[in-house]
């Protein structure tokens, strides 16, 4: 007959290697979540998500720009002039930029969600080996997942590419401010002879 002392040591040691197995088989049932098959068509759907987003954005401000420009030259008299071509290649200029700063922000997106995915997996790994089991770290990897796509789109859609058309803008704001002060100058009201009171 063994020892009481070494009973117990045996039974340690057989509870320490089921604790073992079980942090093993929890983590395991973790990492198979994150490293599903479909886990890179998800982060491509993710990133043509985003990059489409951005480059809606980039439309969207082409289009407010473009009229803005047309209706600013016309006013000013130079459709079809030599500033009209300038403008309307700085337009251009700058709507591919924008095209260029949505890829790069959409790939940034995606950076960020695959770190955040990577911070949730070795939370729940820390969580495994204090206790969780494998089926609810299944059910939290899983929700995690989701909950991180979501924040991740979320976030992109409120950051938004930001003003793309500066240039164009600037152009506007001169041509309109031109055509102001040329109104000024041509207006009757308050020019020298327009208040005139001649025989009064």
Do not use: C, H
């Amino acid at each position: 007959m063994g020892s009481p002392g070494n009973s117990a040591q045996r039974e340690a040691q057989r509870a320490e290697a089921e604790r073992q197995a079980r942090i093993a088989s929890t983590t395991k049932q973790i990492n198979s979540a994150y490293d599903a098959p479909g886990r890179q068509a998800q982060y491509d759907d993710f990133l043509k998500a985003v990059r489409q987003n951005y480059t809606d954005d980039a439309t969207r401000q082409k289009q407010v720009a473009d009229r803005g420009l047309k209706f600013s030259l016309a006013r000013g008299g130079l459709t079809g002039g030599s500033a009209a071509v300038d403008a309307n290649r700085r337009s251009g200029e700058e709507f591919q930029r924008g095209i260029l700063q949505a890829e790069d922000l959409a790939q940034g997106a995606l950076g960020d969600l695959k770190m955040s995915d990577e911070q949730s997996r070795l939370q729940l790994i820390q969580m495994a080996q204090s206790g969780l089991d494998s089926a609810t770290a299944a059910q939290r990897a899983n929700a995690s997942i989701a909950a991180g796509a979501q924040t991740a789109m979320s976030d992109a859609k409120a950051k938004g590419l930001g003003d793309v058309f500066g240039s164009t803008i600037k152009t506007i704001g001169a041509q309109q401010e031109a055509a102001a002060q040329r109104r000024g100058q041509t207006s009757a009201v308050g020019s020298l002879y327009g208040n005139a009171t001649w025989g009064r």
